[in-house]
């Protein structure tokens, strides 16, 4: 073995010492729907602190997708929904597209991009249809422009697609088949997957099962086998997202193409903003479900490893909130980085807090706050209602940790939410004279008033973006001659 070689293969198993903390095969998911993104070098950082070695994103922005060169994190990049239509009309702009967004990243020391997401979630019927049209055809371009750029084996196009694409009318597994208003679609669109050997992805969340039923059975949303199982023929499940997934198994083997991969895209449990939103259970949800992935027991029709992507790694205050107030929620981080609770990576018993976000730097620790002079609220409440329509309340929902504020809170609440969302700018703090800033921390026993942290959005002014890319080119060119040279010092 040449020294190289020896100094390489020392690499790949100090590697593998890392990522065994970490149950094989969990990805997340990184949506930066946010007002104060963390920069993507920092979540970089935090992923590999953790032992995550795969991650999924909602775009391909390139500030984000070379932050992850070099890392040796597994990364799926995307074409959003609003792109669909550009990538089915013209194939030139799918070839663009892969050149801009793939081609580029995977040169030696880049990105390992492993799945382009075509559209997210593009047939759910919120939608009404909108992107029935498009989504097929710009799956085969984005694969056609993979496969001529000689890339076809090791990228692949899928679409993460909601479990509503299937229903089962007597909600046993074996009932189950492709929506039947898209059943075509989705037939020759699974065969198409197949014959590229793609996977199919999906998006499962036993909290929306839940959400969405009053008489939904509240043990069969977690993995601990506390509920009443549901017997289907000589199976019998005990939590509902086994029995999701092997709802599209049979829906797969109706279809045609029994042994179709699947991914599960999306996976997780909210943390507030709705009564079944809160630490306990969403603690309650991982650790029944990070057991079960450590375990490899997989689903009664496919026992083995699953392939997951936690949704996910981060708070979004801008999510929008038409399905609920939980969505901007989702992180098993909070917005500044910071572990929400103790979660079981290894699936073994062994909790400890996540390690959070290094690096982060926050705005000034001060708070707008209602004077507490002000006494009749009369003509605070229209400031109100305006503020948190572009700031964030959803932590005010009732049963939601600020949902127990009084009046004098919920105005408190508010003024802050907007203040610190404007990054604390003084004149925004106001409120027609009925607010003031304060030095001392106004949070509660269960209610956070956040000081927001220095957006990446603002720390790199978007013109010097492209001087910055370089530098950072420029760097991990510089890095990529150093690490060789250091270890062979050691
Ligand atoms: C590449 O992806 C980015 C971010 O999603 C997008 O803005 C850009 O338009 C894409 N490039 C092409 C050529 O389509
Ligand atoms: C879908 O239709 C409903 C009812 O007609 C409407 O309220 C909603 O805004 C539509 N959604 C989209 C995305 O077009
Ligand atoms: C509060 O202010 C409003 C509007 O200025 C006024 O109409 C109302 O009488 C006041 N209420 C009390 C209790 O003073
Ligand atoms: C304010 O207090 C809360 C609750 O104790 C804490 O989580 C938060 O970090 C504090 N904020 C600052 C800026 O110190």
Redesign the pocket.
Known sequence: MKRQEFHAAIRAFCLCVVYVNAVCGIGVNWGTIASHPIAPPIVVGMLKDNGINKVKLF????WTVTALAGSGIEVVVAV?ND?LH?MASDYG?AK??V???VTTHLHDGGVKIKYVAVGNEPFLASYNGSFLGDTFPALKNIQRALDEAGLGETVKATVPHNADVYESPSNQPSDGAFRSDIQKLMTDMVNFLDQHQSPFMVNIYPFLSLYANDHFPFEFSFCDQQGQPLTDGAVQYTNVFDANYDTLVWSLKKAGVPNLKIIVGEVGWPTDGNKNANIDLAKRFYDGFMAKMAKNEGTPLRPGSLDVYLFSLLDEDMKSIAPGMFERHWGIFRYDGKPKFPMDFTGEGQDKLPIGAKGVQYLPKQWCLLKKSVKNLTTVWPHVDYACSISDCSSMELKSSCGDLDSYGRVSYVFNMHFQMQDQDVEVCDFNGMAELVSENASTATCLFPVQIVSSANSIPFHCLPAALVLGILISHLMGRLIPELIHLV
């Open positions: 775009d391909a922005d390139p959003p792109m550009r702009n663009e597209w050149k801009e967004n």
